[in-house]
């Protein structure tokens, strides 16, 4: 096991990488709310999140990783009263599209969703503990947390009180509180939970402490999300949880992700610029959205357009070609391996170890791929050599999930004219006939093929779109 640094919000730097029992880590990644469909910018942080949750595994530790689905809130009951339907309907109906598209992504690193309706004991339970503690205090709309009370409110996002009162969210605007920046933990009314708090229903922030204290207790490792939710929920998740435990931290290592944005602004319903996860999958494969988000690092914002997904297919592309070479050339007799492609491995890994550092990995990749097919083209490759390589990949793909090797392995096939054409070239050529085999070969290309000659012959293959 390897030493990992990550940077950490709470500090503002990058930390040697410690969870709290040795080869174990306990990880909660705030969920989706449902009530409608995910778009690119959901998809990246959930993607960010299973990289990360598949490296810890290769890097043998054993990972909880815990995800809550907030299935009643204020937009889900506005959506509700749009459509004439129940709460409940909208959020089963969006938590099933939600799962859908994480089994499109090819997200499986998910030990446990919890929704937040399963947990409303464990949520008034908390409440009322808060409300003995004199952190939490009942007015007319619902049951609120003191954040004056909570001497470290604003460690995380680095705000004082008075700026964290300025920045108060919808369901938190009740007239009476005591401080502006107080926010609720328990709102009375429709649709509610019968409780002897007052029915009622969770405020925003409270169904994630009740659900990590009751699967990882007061304290566990990473605590993850996009950063939006830095203020006020994570800081207010620190506040209930620090204040009902009396201990410190409540989380070891805050990693946040960077938004998916359009022309610099961030990818949101309420901004109207947003791609539904469903309509780039009817373009592009899913592969090509692992690329893209491995190709930034995962703090960074990552700018989307149309050129970038362009660009992601074509390097796949070129991935593609040459793991199709190298199933072909692993097939020759094996000698001993040369270290050239045991030191790449090494320094590949070693880039990842540092806060997770994807798109410098991403340009080894890259100068490793041009450097490979430049010693294919020298005959200078031997079998033992791409099957290592061949292997590199395979092994990496079960971290990132760019890849896919059942295509790779798939044999292509040709429409009848493309092949027809292959044998017409052939002729021209073996008649040392060059003009007409040009010709030929660029006939070919227009239909989106492209020949390669190699030693056993020329190869047809399709070209990138
Ligand atoms: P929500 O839509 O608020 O339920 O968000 C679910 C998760 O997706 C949260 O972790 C958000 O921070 C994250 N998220 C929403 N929009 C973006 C975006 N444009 N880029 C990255 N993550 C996002």
Redesign the pocket.
């Known amino acids: 096991m390897n030493m990992l640094k990550f940077y950490n919000t709470l500090f503002r730097k990058k930390e040697d990488f410690e969870p709290i029992r040795r080869g174990k880590v306990n990880l909660f ?6 009530y ?1 469909f ?5 998809a ?3 993607i960010v999140y299973d990289m990360l949750v598949r490296y810890l595994k290769y890097q043998q530790y054993k990972v909880f990783y815990l995800q809550n689905i ?1 299935d009643i809130d204020d937009k889900i009951i506005q959506r509700a009263k749009e459509k004439k339907t129940t709460w409940k309907e909208i959020a089963r109906k969006f938590e099933k599209e939600y799962l859908k598209d994480m089994k499109a992504l090819n997200i499986k690193s998910v030990t446990k969703y919890a929704r937040a309706t399963s947990h409303i004991k464990e949520v008034q339970n908390q409440v009322r503990r808060l409300l003995k503690k004199g952190y939490a205090y009942e007015i007319r709309g619902g049951i609120y947390y003191n954040i004056k009370k909570f001497k470290d409110y604003g460690k995380l996002s680095g705000r004082t009180i008075e700026q964290a009162e300025d920045a108060v969210s919808r369901i938190d605007q009740a007239e009476n509180k005591r401080n502006r920046g107080d926010f609720c933990l328990w709102k009375f009314g429709e649709p509610y939970w019968k409780s002897s708090l007052g029915n009622g229903r969770p405020g925003w922030h409270i169904e994630d402490t009740a659900i990590t204290e009751k699967y990882f207790g007061p304290q566990y490792d990473i605590h ?6 830095i203020f006020p929920h994570h800081e207010a998740e620190i506040a209930q949880m620090e204040a009902l435990s009396d201990k410190r931290p409540m989380v070891e290592y805050w990693i946040h ?5 359009v022309n610099g602004q ?4 309420s901004l109207g610029n ?1 791609i539904t996860l469903k309509d780039f999958l009817k373009k592009y494969k899913p592969e090509v959205l692992r690329f893209i988000v491995f190709s930034s690092h995962y703090r960074s914002p ?1 700018d989307y357009s149309e050129a970038i997904a362009q660009e992601a297919k074509t390097n796949l592309q070129k991935l593609k070609e040459l793991l199709k070479k190298l199933e072909e050339l692993k097939k020759g007799p094996k000698e001993n391996g040369k270290e050239i492609v045991k030191n790449f491995e090494k320094s590949f890994f070693k880039v990842l170890e540092d806060d997770f550092n994807t798109p410098q990995a991403k340009g080894l990749i890259f100068d490793f791929l041009a450097e490979t097919n430049k010693r294919i083209s020298e005959n200078k490759l031997s079998p033992q050599e791409a099957e290592e390589i061949y292997n590199f990949f395979k092994k990496i793909n079960k971290i990132f999930g760019f890849l896919d090797f059942k295509r790779i392995k798939e044999k292509e096939i040709l429409p009848k004219e493309i092949k027809e054409l292959g044998k017409l070239r052939e002729k021209a050529r073996n008649q040392e006939n060059w003009q007409q085999a040009d010709e030929i070969r660029r006939k070919i290309e227009k239909l989106g093929y492209k020949i390669e000659d190699s030693k056993e012959g020329p190869k047809i293959r399709t070209m990138p779109r």
């Open positions: 990644v705030c969920g989706p709310t449902v409608d995910s778009h690119l910018g959901h990246r942080t959930y907030t993850g999300g996009a950063r939006d939710l992700a960077g938004f998916l944005t961030k990818m949101s319903k947003f990552l």
